[in-house]
């Protein structure tokens, strides 16, 4: 039957042309018959000759093929036999081993009765299934008499003696045991590098006396010592606050689960009354180089520091780990590096076309009142500032409305829509109180802006703004407005201050510093200070607080649902929709008034998402518990968004997270 198709493949098809002849032939008898006939004789010889020749030449094609097809199946053949790789043939349903080569059979150990052995028999745990799946590659090693091996194989149907039609697996094994044993040493030797840094080095020095500053960095020397032997690295003094540790990455591992303990042996070196010193690790791991491996480091150390210090950071090929950052961070900004700052942004104003200020989604009053000291700015400088704010969703309207009035703002506030058409090449993206790229008001505009300068105080996360022309960057301030206001100090006067842009910038430092009771140092009464000399009313600022009636119900409602985890955590969570968000972050505050809680948390379903606010006394960072769900802030004031999930998982995922908190 295959012969009679190759056949009809290979034969020219010829029966048309003859049948045209022989009508020819018909058609030339009525006009002469001699001609009909010489042409009929001449049709039948070359019919025969064309079958003749055609005959021939489909026996000398399939004798060709027959001598292709048995070199072939003497090819496969002695390829199974001889070749240099370990093979089994098996049937992967019933697990029976089918042929097997020598190689295969001194391999297994079992060169007796292997044909009537299974497949599990000669390898123990020998996966399957990935051949049923159509693979070609073992995706794990398969172990054989302590070796590793690496496995390919086909599947094929093959007739059995009944006719049936069955599966038939050809394996073929590859010895992976010395280049895995030598994958594994190569990784567990790469060199891992870490620069040590002590965060309040010039406060220690001035907390102790002369005398005493040898033991005090003697004692830390001692300890950074102690636990660098447990990594059998290198440890170096670079300068006076700095150290490079260099160890193999095999050890790694031994530090992680030791949770970075050098973090607490440092900080209970007790130097004066109340003064402790505390540690920021960088690492640098999973580089092709030294060089690289050193700039990752230096990056973990600076995103360390940004986040407040006291913390470990390691920057691997792709991402960010955190370890450490429960300490209450102090002030260590200094006046001059607020006048270098904004010297630069009033370079930047100068030479950019146009000005936008953008703050998060949902802007607050601290991202409102941040925007509107940039505008100042700008104006002094006889530029246009704009801000990017979507009004119909804030948490500020009662500051908008305020400067909505102001007929310097009467084509300020902008939608982020309308700011991106209208946006300019050499404009400049000021960014208040946030440094994450997906929080922003407008993702759009910011990937759009190829300068941008970013304001905030908020603790750094794995994700943020990155190459930005300009970063004031302090998580040590109170608010974003404090951070502005510092900056105005030297860029304008106080008379250049609106009496509304002055009331806005308090009432973002009063908002984040909870009416001044959280996260406030001596520079925070300095920034209200210049705001009070500005003419800012803190009777007008109070009432920009002021809640109606339903709002004080809805936020008690919120309250009543609390509950105490773990004696000393509120937690309060609200199945039902129609939560506003200023209300859910009001409850969290009010909560921490309760006696012994130390952070309170609220979650609240937003349509498919669940939101999360949390706040904290100073005792629990709140920004390490929510940074597991993907939230961020600073230690005593968190948020964060659970996407498309239920409100009992985030429950339950929250808890966890606490729990894995304290446990570290």
Same mark, same amino acid.
């Given at each position: ?100 080569? =020598? ?6 150990? &079992? ?13 123990? #745990? ?7 799946? +159509? ?61 040590? /840094? ?55 591992? %031994? ?20 003064? %402790? ?25 600076? /995103? ?44 930047? /104003? ?13 802007? #607050? ?57 209208? /946006? ?32 905030? %105080? ?63 140092? +001596? ?24 809640? #109606? ?30 939560? #506003? ?15 012994? &809680? ?64 304290? =446990?570290?």
């Amino acid at each position: 039957m295959n012969n009679k198709k190759l056949s009809r493949l290979l034969e020219p098809n010829l029966k048309l042309y003859f049948l045209c002849l022989l009508v020819f032939t018909l058609a030339a008898v009525s006009v002469s018959p001699v001609l009909a006939l010489a042409e009929g004789v001449a049709t039948v010889g070359l019919y025969a000759y064309f079958t003749q020749s055609n005959k021939k030449r489909r026996q000398g094609i399939l004798q060709y093929i027959d001598n292709v097809t048995g070199s072939v199946d003497t090819a496969s053949k002695s390829t199974l036999i001889n070749s240099p790789l370990p093979i089994m043939v098996f049937r992967p349903d019933t697990g029976e081993v089918i042929w097997s080569n =020598e190689d295969f059979l001194q391999l297994a150990g &079992v060169r007796e009765h292997l044909f009537e052995m299974k497949v599990e028999d000669a390898v123990p #745990d020998c996966p399957v299934q990935w051949l049923l799946e +159509g693979k070609q590659e073992c995706p794990e090693r398969v172990f054989m008499n302590n070796r590793r091996f690496r496995v390919y194989g086909s599947l094929v149907r093959a007739k059995g003696r009944g006719g049936e039609q069955n599966l038939v697996a050809t394996t073929y094994w590859v010895d992976t045991t010395e280049a895995d044993e030598l994958r594994r040493t190569y990784t567990a030797t790469r060199p891992v590098l870490s620069l040590l /840094m002590i965060d309040n080095y010039e406060d220690l020095m001035k907390a102790c006396a002369d005398t005493q500053r040898s033991a005090v960095q003697a004692q830390i020397e001692e300890k950074l010592s102690t636990w660098a032997a447990g990594g059998e690295g290198l440890l170096l003094k670079i300068e006076r606050d700095r150290y490079l540790y260099i160890f193999e990455e095999q050890h790694y591992e %031994h530090f992680v689960e030791d949770k970075f303990s050098v973090l607490d042996a440092i900080r209970d070196i007790k130097v004066g009354e109340g003064v %402790h010193p505390t540690l920021s690790i960088g690492i640098g791991k999973d580089a092709d180089s030294m060089a690289e491996l050193y700039k990752n480091a230096n990056l973990s150390v600076e /995103m360390a520091l940004s986040r407040g210090g006291d913390q470990a950071v390691v920057r691997n090929r792709v991402d960010f780990e955190f370890y450490g950052g429960r300490a209450k961070t102090t002030e260590k900004r200094t006046k001059v590096k607020s006048r270098v700052m904004a010297n630069a942004l009033s370079e930047l /104003m100068a030479d950019a076309a146009e000005i936008y200020v953008m703050g998060h989604s949902f802007a #607050d009053m601290d991202a409102v009142g941040a925007a509107a000291g940039v505008c100042c700015a700008a104006r002094k400088r006889g530029k246009r500032a704009r801000i990017v704010i979507d009004q119909e969703h804030s948490a500020a309207e009662a500051v908008l409305r305020k400067l909505r009035a102001l007929p310097e703002y009467g084509e300020v506030l902008v939608s982020p829509n309308e700011a991106f058409l209208r /946006m300019q090449p050499g404009a400049l993206l000021v960014v208040v109180d946030t440094n994450r790229p997906d929080l922003v008001e407008s993702s759009q505009l910011l990937e759009s802006c190829n300068r941008v300068a970013v304001i905030d %105080h908020h603790r750094r996360a794995a994700s943020y703004i990155e190459n930005a022309a300009f970063s004031f960057h302090e998580p040590y301030a109170s608010s974003a407005s404090e951070l502005v206001t510092e900056l105005l100090q030297y860029l304008i006067e106080p008379a250049d201050l609106l009496r509304e842009e002055a009331e806005a910038l308090l009432a973002g430092i009063v908002l984040d510093t909870k009416h001044f009771t959280l996260r406030t140092g +001596g520079r925070t009464f300095e920034a209200a200070a210049f705001l009070r000399r500005a003419g800012a009313d803190t009777a007008d600022v109070q009432r920009l607080f002021q809640n #109606d009636l339903s709002d004080m119900v809805s936020r008690y409602d919120i309250i009543r649902r609390a509950e105490l985890y773990r004696d000393d955590i509120a937690l309060a969570v609200v199945p039902e929709e129609g939560v #506003d968000r200023v209300t859910a972050a009001q409850a969290a505050d009010e909560l921490l008034t309760l006696k012994g &809680v130390k952070a309170s948390f609220v979650a609240y379903r937003n349509g498919e998402d669940v939101l999360m606010s949390a706040r904290s006394l100073g005792e629990v960072n709140v920004q390490v518990v929510l940074e597991a769900l993907g939230g961020g802030g600073n230690s005593t004031t968190a948020g964060g968004r659970v996407e498309n999930s239920d409100i009992e998982t985030v429950r339950r995922r929250l808890m966890e997270a606490i729990d894995a908190y304290f =446990e570290k």
